[in-house]
């Protein structure tokens, strides 16, 4: 595995494909591996002061103070570079929409959000845009908006890996039932997971029963009762999909408190480091992790590249994807906090 630098900000190099160079939409699958070194220097800042914004889903969720993280980093690399980082303080998509459209009307050189319904902020990014404001989207598209680019995985296939790696512990003759849990119902993001999930669990595994998703509001202690009520009331239950980590951010063994370690198979996205423990403890068998702190480092770049007339970026950014099990959890850990601190 490459230094945690690399995994955390993903390739400076898929950052130089240019609107021609590159696919429109996502198509290359997510990488678990070790990640190129940049192709080149990003571009400096210009000397100009420019107010860019973040706005996250939410603010109460940890992977989205990563991206604060990273995006104050890139901020004081580049110089000259305010970070305004405001979302609503739960996954509220009303409050996002006036939050964006605040932004307009403050005048910002710049927005990056993670939507928590595409086709609700299509409105607000579009009016953005027009008002001459560059606006991207991470962690969540809106690809029906005139967003400037995207920068996250490919969910859909990202939702695959997660049915894979559940089958990988369950064996595709496995019968029984399997729970997906979710944040927000309709967030685009957790949509195309959950449907990716589904189709292999449905191609490959057909005797397993896949029950109705659940949801926890991206609130951790609503994810750990909402995994303990699936997990009392399913006593048939083989394994459990987490489209997000919530439940996980508690401390271990949260929602799998009385039960037996690795009796029920479960597979979670992101892996911040609340999750490593259910990793070693044999609770959580995979964690597929998302470059959060990227999300907010590159963001900020390639709105300076938009505000300046820097370099052109493609309409898809993938910034891939990295495989936590027990086998490596140990060395993700240490680099981990290496680079960012426990």
Known sequence: ??????????????????????????????????????????????????????????????????????????????????????????????????LVDNLIRKGVDGIAISCNEAGALKGPIDRAVKAGIPTITFDSDSPDSERMAYYGIDNTKSGQKLGELLLEHLGEDAQGEVAILTGVLGAPNLEERIEGAK????????????????????????????????????PNLTGIIMVGGWPL???????????????????AFDALPNEWDYVREGYVQALVAQRCFAWGYESIQILHDLATGGRPHAAFIDSGLDIVTAENVEEYAREWEEKVGG
């Not at 951010?249 to 198979?265: D, L, M, T």
Request: proline fraction near 10%.
């Open 1 to 98: 595995m490459k230094r945690l630098a690399l995994l955390l900000l993903g390739s400076s190099a898929v950052l130089l494909c240019t609107l021609t160079g590159c696919p429109p939409k996502p198509s290359a699958t997510p990488t678990t591996g070790p990640v190129p070194g940049p192709a080149s220097e990003p571009l400096v800042a210009t000397g100009q002061e420019y107010e860019f914004a973040l706005v996250p889903k939410l603010l109460n969720n940890p992977v989205f103070k990563l991206s604060e993280q990273g995006a104050l980093a890139k901020a004081e690399e580049l110089g000259g570079i305010k970070v305004i980082y405001q979302g609503p303080q739960t996954a509220d998509t009303a409050k996002q929409v006036d």
């Open 199 to 234: 189709d292999v669990l449905a191609q490959k595994a057909p005797e397993l029963t896949i029950l109705p998703t659940v949801a926890c509001d991206d609130d951790t202690q609503r994810g750990v009762t909402v995994v303990k009520d699936v997990l009392r009331s399913h």
């Open 249 to 267: 951010f508690a401390k271990a063994p949260g929602p799998f408190e009385g039960h037996e370690p690795g009796k029920v198979a479960c597979i």
